[in-house]
């Protein structure tokens, strides 16, 4: 799953939105979001509270379908060209395919072994030699291995904030979905616990597709390498995080950055 | 909570600084600020704290009504165990105990006997089962034509005696009665093991009967011929079984004279007994009267008067005395008894009769050697019996606690042991747990994840409605309902698989858990629904993230992570089916015996009685203060105590298993 030359010279998008209008019953939360993720890249979602940014990370693994009269009402998803609306889409494959990291960690009540383990035994993995290896390589990913082998069927709840969103990660990463998406991972952490995954976030970059969602704009600028800024359910403005940092076309984007408004 | 404490300093800064802005007011001094004003007082004390104690001694209230519950209780029965003592001293020093070591085993007698009887019985029927059933038939055909024509059979009764006779109306009542009988006679059914001349002359006889014949109709008597024949023949054919079970009741007879002789004695003795205890009762108080008493002369006529009341117990001696002389005379009756009894064990015949008898009669043949050798291990124990050796305290309490009679109001001795109603209360409680778990489980599960708005709004008030029904009507639904349907149940021929079918009693555990189980399932499925409720969202949110569907999130993270509170809905569900008493008083059978568990899975049909239902039924029966009352306050005591402990343990495995608290 290393990073393939010949990939990275035409990175074809994993993720594309097309001109999609998203409601929550009679209000419209999104409006026309047309939007490529590219392929082994992180991406950011910024904007300020209320801009549809998680709503739109979670259009990316269907999480909200379970909103009961949220829709798309114009426009697709694709993922790997495929659109995730399609009927013949079967809902457990999307989400083993897109992983997700919640804003506060939340862990499994159970040993930190099972929590890594779930997301392959609800696949119908029962050989314990194929778990054993998974957890041992996400735990490896999300730099626990180390702090926690010896401890893998200790209650994950014992553990510090920063070691439970880091096993949230191994968690999301076991199954090897093709696109990561995290929503505000570190909102909830102290800033040494926070540096931690954002290192984490660059090891990740080499063999997943990562979707950000963060209120921080330095963390943008320090984890992405695309940015996207929404503001009231609009896109304003996507483009390589330098660009739209040091150089922001839309004045949106402009008066954002420099904190007119948040 | 960081969010609010920042958003505090910054509203506060800016009050401040919007307070800089504004012309200042004039302020106070700084020392008057910071001083406490005056408030009102009530009665010297702050109205606020008074509110404080208001609400803290309403608070308490409740606690100290459960420390009064307790001290009472404790009060009440604690008393028990010294007057259980002195009863139990009199029992021995009457020579009750005496008795009791010989009748007690010899009680098994009377099972041994019953089922040889059985076997002799089913022996016999091999070959006269269809005489009998042939006269009995004829006897049944006869009453009902009987009955059919019962009313012109009684105008006929009347007129004949009437004085003087009319013969006219004789005559017109009797053609009357003819035409009724032989209608009957003709209408009935008769069983296909009679022939077909025998029904015609059965037909003819019945037709013809007349109140003013009493002889049975010549039929009827060859019948009775018939199977007194066969019966005779049949005693002839299994002889050795008669007799041996013949012998075998009237081994005991001897036994069981000397041991009513001494059995009588014993109660007059017991008499005396109970007596002298009142008069040492009576001593004491004259001496320690006498000890206080500063007139010479009065102490010494109390002194005398308590000396004076001693000579009873010579007397009580004495009496006793008369039972254990008669020792030797008692153990060789014992001797002789299992002589008989090995030797009638002997003769019995290995193969006698039916499969159903063979296998009786085998039975009994292997318990009998038993029986004997149990008889001379009790009449063994005799010579070391001794009447004035004390009950220590440590049996008192065995006898209690591991007591297998409940016995009270008996002519000869009351014995309060506690293990017949605890089994009682334990089994009906497990069936009812085990009924109301799955049930109360699963619907919450139901309610909680997979039911839509409108299911929930239906299912919730009416499973909590169910605690909403006294529990007298439930009884009454037990024994108008349950109890048939469950009696009718087991008559099913492609039920009779079930261990204990077809049932003897429509009152007992089964029936009494099920209803408990009723009672149970609102409390366990309201808890087990908040349980479940209180899982986090977060656990659900990742659940489905991984793409897991709903029934794996369902059994694989949020019931898991709600298990604690599951448990422990089920554990007060347990105490509440503990503490019911209505219903079990009503429906368990309220047979004070321990169930026979050697009947396997089948005991559950058994009828039972309980810790809460003797209560509720003897308690208002027995006097004050009396032995029994106490023990029923003894029971009481243990009620609450495991009422208390299945609490705390329901508490401590909340505590235990909460995860998402941690």
């Known amino acids: ?262 | 909570m960081f969010s609010t404490a920042g958003f505090c300093l910054i509203s506060g800064e800016q009050a401040s600084r919007r307070m800089n802005s504004l012309p200042t007011p004039s302020r106070p001094p700084l020392r008057s600020v910071l001083l406490r004003s005056r408030k009102r007082t009530i009665l010297g004390l702050d109205p606020q704290k008074l509110i404080k104690y208001f609400f803290g001694s309403n608070a308490s209230v409740a606690i100290i009504v459960l420390v009064l519950i307790m001290v009472f209780l404790l009060r009440e029965g604690i008393d028990f165990l010294p007057t259980y003592q002195r009863e139990l001293q009199t029992y021995r020093r009457a020579g009750l105990e005496f008795c009791d070591i010989i009748d007690k085993p010899l009680q098994r007698n009377q099972a041994l006997s019953s089922s040889l009887r059985q076997a002799v019985g089913a022996s016999l029927e091999t070959l006269s089962k269809q005489a009998r059933d042939r006269r009995d038939a004829a006897f049944l055909l006869k009453r009902q034509v009987e009955d059919k024509s019962a009313r012109p059979r009684e105008s006929l009764r009347q007129a004949l005696e009437k004085t003087p006779p009319a013969p006219d109306q004789i005559e017109v009542l009797r053609a009357e009665l003819a035409v009724a009988s032989t209608a009957a006679a003709k209408a009935l059914k008769y069983p296909a093991f009679f022939s077909a001349a025998e029904v015609e002359q059965m037909q003819r006889e019945f037709s013809a009967l007349t109140p003013e014949v009493t002889d049975l109709p010549p039929l009827l008597l060859i019948l009775v011929e018939e199977f007194t024949v066969k019966d005779r023949e049949a005693r002839t054919q299994f002889a050795e079984l008669v007799t041996a079970q013949e012998e075998f009741e009237e081994a005991a007879e001897p036994l069981q004279e000397v041991l009513d002789e001494l059995k009588a004695k014993a109660l007059e003795t017991k008499e005396k007994a109970v007596e002298f205890e009142v008069l040492e009762i009576n001593r004491q108080r004259l001496l320690e009267a006498a000890a206080t008493e500063t007139d010479p002369k009065e102490k010494a006529s109390l002194t005398k008067e308590a000396e004076e009341s001693v000579s009873e117990a010579v007397n009580l001696e004495e009496s006793i005395k008369e039972i254990t002389g008669r020792t030797a005379e008692l153990r060789e009756q014992v001797e002789k008894y299992a002589v008989v009894i090995e030797k009638a064990a002997a003769v019995l015949p290995k193969d006698a009769g039916t499969g159903a008898a063979r296998k009786m009669v085998n039975e009994v043949r292997e318990k009998i050697p038993e029986h004997a050798r149990e008889m001379r291990a009790a009449s063994a124990t005799l010579e070391d019996w001794r009447w004035d050796k004390p009950v220590s305290i440590f049996r008192v309490i065995g006898a209690f606690f591991f007591g297998t009679q409940w016995i009270t109001n008996s002519s000869w001795q009351d014995f309060y042991g506690f293990v017949p109603l605890l089994t009682g209360s334990l089994v009906i409680a497990a069936i009812a747990i085990l009924i109301a778990t799955p049930v109360s489980v699963v619907a919450a599960i139901y309610t909680n994840q997979f039911a839509s708005e409108r299911e929930k709004e239906l299912i919730k008030p009416v499973i909590e409605f169910i605690q909403a029904i006294p529990s007298v009507v439930l009884g009454f639904i037990g024994i108008s309902l349950v109890g048939d349907l469950i009696k009718d149940f087991s008559e099913w021929s492609w039920l009779q698989w079930v261990p204990g079918f077809p049932i003897q009693e429509r009152l007992n555990m089964f029936n009494a858990g099920c209803l408990l189980a009723f009672m149970a399932v609102p409390t366990m499925f309201s808890l087990s629904e908040d349980a479940l409720n209180n899982v986090p969202r977060a656990y659900i949110d990742a659940s489905d993230a991984l793409g897991a569907t709903k029934l794996q999130t369902v059994f694989r993270v949020i019931v898991p992570a709600g298990i604690s509170g599951i448990l422990s809905a089920i554990l007060l569900g347990l105490g509440r089916v503990v503490g019911e008493t209505m219903v079990v008083l009503l429906v368990a059978g309220n047979r004070i015996a321990i169930p026979d568990f050697s009947a396997g899975p089948g005991v559950i049909f058994q009828p039972a009685h309980t810790l809460t239902g003797i209560i509720a039924q003897e308690l208002g029966e027995v006097s004050r203060g009396s032995s029994h009352w106490q023990a029923l306050f003894m029971v009481g005591i243990v009620l609450f105590a495991i009422s208390l402990l299945v609490n705390w343990c329901a508490r401590a495995v909340a505590r235990r298993f909460e995860p998402h608290k941690a």
């Open chain 1, 1 to 262: 799953m290393s990073a393939d030359p010949t990939a990275q010279s035409t990175p074809p998008p994993v993720v594309q939105v097309r001109d999609m209008d998203f409601c929550y019953g009679a209000s419209q939360a999104l409006f026309d979001i047309s939007l490529k993720v590219k392929y082994h890249r992180v991406t950011a979602l910024i904007g300020p509270s209320g801009c549809g940014k998680s709503t739109l990370l979670r259009c990316i693994n269907r999480m909200n379908d379970r909103v009961p009269s949220a829709r798309v009402t114009k426009g697709e998803v694709l993922v790997k060209g495929k659109n995730i609306h399609d009927a013949d889409v079967d809902l457990t494959q999307l989400r083993k395919q897109v992983g997700m990291v919640f804003q506060k960690s939340n862990p499994f009540p159970k040993s930190i072994y099972e929590n890594v383990a779930y997301g392959l035994r609800i696949h119908g993995e029962k050989n314990k030699s194929v778990l054993d290896e998974a957890v041992e390589r996400s735990l490896t990913h999300a730099a626990l291995w180390e702090e926690l082998k010896d401890r893998l069927h200790a209650n994950a709840l014992a553990l510090s904030g920063g070691q439970q969103q880091r096993l949230c990660i191994a968690r999301a990463i076991a199954t090897v979905p093709d696109v990561l998406l995290m929503d505000e991972p570190c909102s909830a952490l102290d800033p040494i616990s926070t540096l931690k995954i954002e290192e984490l976030m660059h090891q990740l970059a080499h063999e997943f597709t990562v979707v950000i969602v963060t209120h921080n704009m330095q963390q943008a600028v320090r984890v992405s390498d695309y940015t996207a800024f929404l503001h009231l359910g609009k896109l304003i403005e996507f483009a390589p995080t330098e660009e739209l940092f040091t150089n922001p076309r839309e004045k949106l984007t402009e008066a954002y950055l420099r904190g007119t408004f948040s």
